[in-house]
């Protein structure tokens, strides 16, 4: 669901140090990787201060800024 945000999975450095690179879109993250995101920083920033969040709520609140950064682009 990240490419509704406007963020790009690159790749997953995953816990056991293997590299998964152009990850499916049903691809799994687990506690300890490192996703490798291209995308506008504040939707980085934002995914990365989600910890703890309703996920859900949160997801929808970044489709719609994303919606209108490409809304205000014209």
Same mark, same amino acid.
């Not at 406007?6 to 140090?17: A, E, F, H, K, N």
């Not at 499916?24 to 969040?53: F, N, S, W």
């Given at each position: 669901?990240?490419?509704?945000?406007?963020?790009?999975?690159?790749?997953? %450095?995953?816990?056991?140090?293997? %590299? +998964? +690179?152009?990850?499916?879109? /049903?691809?799994?993250? !687990?506690?300890? *990787?490192?996703?490798?995101? %291209?995308?506008?920083?504040?939707?980085? !920033? *934002?995914?990365?201060?989600? $910890?703890? *969040?309703?996920? /859900? $709520?949160?997801?929808?609140? !970044?489709?719609?800024?994303? +919606? $209108?950064?490409?809304?205000?682009?014209?």
């Amino acid at each position: 669901q990240l490419p509704d945000e406007g963020l790009i999975v690159l790749g997953i %450095y995953r816990s056991d140090g293997h %590299y +998964a +690179a152009h990850p499916a879109p /049903d691809c799994r993250v !687990a506690c300890g *990787d490192v996703l490798v995101l %291209y995308g506008h920083t504040d939707a980085i !920033a *934002d995914l990365d201060h989600r $910890a703890g *969040d309703d996920g /859900d $709520a949160s997801h929808a609140r !970044a489709v719609q800024r994303h +919606a $209108a950064r490409g809304a205000a682009r014209g």
